[in-house]
């Protein structure tokens, strides 16, 4: 068992709650004093919901008592500032939302709802998930728990700060381009990226309608099949979400890995990989052939264009769900004489610098005369990029990876450089391009104690096989630091 209750893993929770050896309020408790205790210097909450959260505890202890509870009864989550919950706010980390208000539940927050799960608040973000390393929050930075003058990655950089900090026991993400994987990968958890279609999109504030994904942040694989099977499935509410059966994750991290072909792609390991992460990952790959899976190497070659290509189908479909924000509706409005200084002193003083960006280059790609040179030319690539990952798949089952090229970087050292500091998803990108599940886990430590993070990836719908490669790699022997800093 951990030293204490908020370091507990959700399996070790569950059973605990379960045999009513702790309570759902004591564990909620241990969780929003870890929170107290590390949250002025962490800041990865933007919204701490205690009143909320005590209440939920309280109902959970009544149905533990009754004999009745659900999946994660009692178990103590925190929620990205993207997914809405009815009567707390949702920022999506900027200004232009902070007193904005919902009405009702994302669909993944009223299944995680129905599964008993006690909502701890809501945590920090890149503003709209624009971002690699959630500096870009109108609420202040998020800082990494293993060195507090490192980031944790982004955008969902509080999400994995929290859970690797133990204030939660697990969080939920969104990945649009990596968003969930390089955070997770920076603070040493586990991090699921499922196919598209999968989970519901109901509720989340669009980035990138296209590309946005909703999963799990958690301390072990086997918590992340926990989350990923209460909030996957059919949703009449969103049209793009797949009816295919959910499979039951939990029974399927029994299995071997024994014959699994591991496919590792030359692209993946060449020029611009740190040396250390490198010899971690190829070490980490070593393990799994060593549990019996079949290293293959393959090639993924239209690699090289998926970070031009998401660039402009990101932000021209950014361009497009961010024109909502006008100032009529909902969110900041600025004084003004007519309807077009209205949109503009309230997007100018909403928005922060990265927002109005992106905004600027989806607009531009969209634009008459450019629509086919730039945003028409980056489907296209898109389409090449998912025929490599299908000609890769029929040689191999899984594709093993890096998550980033280096382990977290420093507080301000890529915000004057937007270009360097896009490329740190270079090994995540193209996987949303492809609309493909993918699991980041970590797999050492630098020479500074950083976390390394290995990537699998998988084909459509392979989050079953995915959860049991990496559970599998967890038993081998690899043992996770909890973070020193705080």
């Known amino acids: 068992m951990a030293n204490a209750l908020n370091d507990l893993t959700i399996t070790e929770a569950r059973r605990l709650l ?11 408790k241990a969780c929003l004093a870890r ?3 590390t949250e002025p210097r962490l800041n990865a909450f933007i919204t701490v919901c205690e009143k909320e959260a005590a209440l939920q ?14 999946p994660l009864c009692g178990i103590p989550i925190a929620l990205k500032d993207i997914l809405t919950v009815r009567g707390v706010r949702a920022t999506c980390g900027s200004r232009i939302l902070e007193n904005f208000v919902p009405p009702y539940d994302a669909t993944v927050v009223a299944r995680l709802r129905s599964a008993g799960a006690v909502f701890l608040g809501k945590t ?14 109108g609420f202040g930075p998020t800082l990494n728990p293993y060195d507090l003058r490192r980031v944790p990655g982004g955008s969902s950089g509080g999400s994995a700060a929290a859970v690797a900090a133990d204030q939660c026991l697990a969080a939920l993400g969104t990945d649009t381009g990596g968003s969930i994987r390089q955070p997770a990968a920076f603070c040493g958890v586990v991090g699921l990226k499922p196919t598209y279609s999968r989970v519901s999109r109901y509720g989340v504030v669009a980035y990138a309608s ?23 499935g059919a949703d009449p509410r969103d049209a793009t979400c797949s009816a295919r059966p959910v499979p039951d994750y939990t029974a399927g991290l029994a299995g071997e890995i024994a014959g699994v072909r ?41 690699t090289r264009y998926a970070i031009a290509a998401y660039y402009l189908i990101a932000t021209a479909e950014a361009s497009a769900n961010l024109a909502r924000y006008d100032g009529v509706r909902y969110g900041v409005r600025a004084g003004a004489d007519n309807h077009l200084d209205l949109y503009r002193r309230s997007r100018s003083r909403g928005f922060g610098a990265e927002v109005k960006r992106r905004i600027m280059l989806g607009t531009f790609a969209l634009s008459a005369g450019y629509y ?30 890096a998550v980033s090229p280096t382990t977290a970087f420093g507080l301000g050292e890529k915000t004057s450089d937007p270009l360097t500091m896009y490329l740190s998803d270079v090994f995540t990108i193209a996987v949303n391009l492809g609309g493909l599940p993918a699991l980041a886990l970590p797999c050492g430590y630098d020479g500074r104690g950083l976390p390394v993070g290995l990537q ?5 719908f392979s989050e079953e096989l995915l959860l049991r490669a990496g559970h599998a790699y967890e038993r081998c022997g690899f043992s996770r630091r909890r973070p020193a800093a705080l």
């Open 456 to 460: 699998l990836i998988g084909p459509a």
């Open 18 to 28: 379960v045999e009513r050896k702790i309570s759902a309020v004591e564990l909620t």
């Open 262 to 302: 591991l496919g590792v792609p030359r692209e993946y390991f060449g020029e611009g990989i740190d040396p250390e992460v490198r010899a971690r990952v190829e070490a980490a790959i070593k393990a799994l052939t060593a549990m019996g899976a079949k290293p293959v190497e393959v090639s993924l070659p239209h």
């Open 372 to 401: 086919d040179a730039y945003y028409l030319k980056a489907q296209k690539a898109r389409t090449l990029i998912r025929r490599d990952f299908l000609d890769a798949f029929e040689r191999c089952d899984l594709i093993a990876a």
């Open 35 to 37: 929170i107290a205790a």
């Open 210 to 232: 296209s590309l946005d994904q909703v999963g799990p942040l958690a301390k072990s694989a086997a918590d992340a099949a926990l989350l990923l099977a209460a909030i996957a």
């Open 124 to 137: 920090n973000l890149d503003e709209f998930a624009m971002g690699s390393s959630t500096e870009n929050s």
């Open 57 to 70: 505890a309280e109902d959970a202890d009544r149905c533990l008592s009754a004999g009745d509870a659900p």
